[in-house]
């Protein structure tokens, strides 16, 4: 490599911009400066963050060695299940000092978030390859957990379809922030896409379709397994979403038997069956829900998508629909769920119903009173989470139904929610008018960033302006990692 050793004076870098900001802090005026060999130790179940360690170390152009001890190495990776009392499930501490780094954590979890906060101390330019140039660490004691459980990202591949590649690097993306759960989209009128073996026609013909000018296609189940194995290496849980009673007519293209009428008097078009829904009405397709069958349909498919999903929950869906017997459908759909061993999460609208109190309540609106007492509510309020909505006012290419002036990066960090119950946040964005990579990205990023911190850092820790000067530091990374982010005006991009 190129580097060479270090010079007497070494300046004192600033402090690196870290996202999201840290639960706490200590930056020291003094400098670590890596050394040409490197050797990670580490203890416990460390060895896989020690493989992740290693990647980083070494992009950055350094020799690094890995060895299973606890008492050696500039580099030291300590897993002990002990440290969850201080250190919580997913938190770490990281000190970095004339000895080198010292990296403590209770899981796997925490260790791969203690190196996602070592990756942007990096320059910027390790995340498009080599680098080669001197690099000295500010010394620091951090000591960090996360506020929240839950800090999601939502992709709708059901409008348009986004393929296991684009999936893969959006994982990758949500990992240099520390988001931790990945809901899909998977269903809804306008497209199926999840192979279903016991229902092969759903993908076969619920694949073909997509909105106007969108993307076609689905995931066959190998596909998702190896998604989700890869989402779970980084510490992303995958939550596959089934929407029902409602936004279903992919599946009634596909099985005209599970309708009430022949689908012609159904579609909007009144179109002539098989006729494929491209538009973007919502609300008015749904299952005849008279008819047993649904039920057979409603177990087969949660109990294939519960065989292959290795995470505890299965969304239902349950949004937008109106029927006498929507509730009954949604308290059997809850106890189908728990019958394979999951949980069950759906729109807000489920717990209309009395549904079981461990279901977990995802809010979009935030209008439904729930008449389960404490359900659990994860956050995803259009007004701040709704990333479909413009970036600014008149953007093209969004939705504007919750808020006309589209959703800013200030709307999605100011958000304040005193539910008790509430176990995070979620970023989504539905995909009728987004219909390819760079469109997807523009709508995600930065915007998935600042709710990745709302996620993470404590509430009396956050300040816009103070983010926005952290996020401005950000775009030589977003550039180097290839996102097609949308520059938000106000920001000193860098
Ligand atoms: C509402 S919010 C929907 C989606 C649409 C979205 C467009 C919710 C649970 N359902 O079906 O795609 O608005 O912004």
Redesign the pocket.
């Known amino acids: 490599t190129g580097h060479v050793e270090t010079k007497e004076t070494t300046a004192i870098p600033d402090e690196p911009a870290l996202i999201p900001l840290p639960a706490q802090v200590n930056w020291e005026n003094k400098v670590y400066v890596i050394p040409l060999k490197n050797n990670i130790c580490y203890t416990g179940e460390a060895k896989e963050a020690s493989e992740w360690l290693k990647t980083l170390i070494s992009k950055a152009g350094f020799a690094v060695s890995t060895q299973p001890s606890g008492d050696c190495g500039n580099w030291k990776l300590i897993q002990d299940a002990t440290l969850k009392e201080t250190l919580g499930e997913e938190g770490y501490q990281l000190d970095i000092s004339d000895d080198g780094v010292l990296l403590k954590a209770a899981s796997n979890a925490g260790l791969f978030y203690g190196i996602q906060t070592l990756r942007q101390m990096f320059p910027a330019e390790i995340e498009s390859g080599g680098l080669n140039a001197e690099v000295v660490l500010r010394q620091v004691f951090i000591e960090d957990q996360p506020e929240f459980s839950w800090r999601g990202t939502m992709v709708?591949v059901a409008?348009s379809f986004f393929d296991l590649d684009y999936l893969k690097r959006h994982v990758d993306r949500m990992t240099l922030y520390k988001m931790n759960r990945l809901h899909l989209h998977l269903t809804?009128d306008q497209g199926w896409r999840i192979e279903i073996k016991s229902w092969p026609k759903l993908a076969e013909v619920g694949g073909k379709s997509s909105v106007r000018r969108g993307r076609s296609g689905f995931l066959t189940q190998e596909e998702y397994k190896e998604l989700q194995d890869y989402a779970l290496q980084r510490n992303i849980i995958i939550i596959p979403e089934i929407?029902m009673p409602g936004?279903i007519y992919a599946a009634l293209m596909a099985y005209p038997e599970l309708n009430c009428e022949e689908y012609s008097n159904l579609t909007p078009q009144r179109a002539i069956p098989p006729a494929i829904f491209q538009d973007y009405n919502?609300g008015w397709s749904k299952f005849c829900l008279d008819k047993p069958e649904i039920y057979e349909f409603v177990n087969d498919v949660i109990g294939e998508m519960a065989e292959i999903t290795k995470g505890p929950w299965l969304h239902i869906?349950g949004?937008?629909i109106e029927d006498p017997r929507y509730e009954e459908f949604v308290i059997k759909a809850d106890s189908i769920v728990q019958s394979y061993g999951k949980t069950t999460i759906g729109?807000e609208?489920v717990t209309k119903a009395q549904v079981s109190s461990g279901l977990i309540s995802?809010q979009?609106?935030g209008k439904v009173e729930s008449v389960v007492k404490d359900v659990k509510v994860i956050h995803?309020l259009?007004t701040g989470l709704?990333l479909?909505?413009a970036n600014v006012p008149g953007q093209e290419n969004t939705?504007n139904?919750?808020k006309k002036d589209g959703v800013s990066l200030e709307n999605t960090y100011n958000f304040d929610n005193d539910n008790p119950n509430l176990i995070g946040v979620e970023a989504?964005v539905?995909?009728?008018f987004v219909l390819t990579d760079e469109m997807m990205d523009n709508r995600f990023w930065p915007r998935a960033i600042a709710a990745a911190e709302v996620g993470w850092t404590p509430g009396e820790r956050r300040n816009f302006n103070e983010f926005a000067r952290r996020l401005g530091k950000h775009g030589e990374r977003l550039r180097a990692l290839d996102i097609n982010f949308y520059r938000t005006p106000d920001i000193e991009w860098g």
Do not use: L
């Open positions: 709708d409008r809804d929407d936004h919502v869906g949004d937008e729109w609208e995802q979009w609106h995803s259009c709704y479909d909505h939705n139904w919750c989504a539905w995909s009728e």
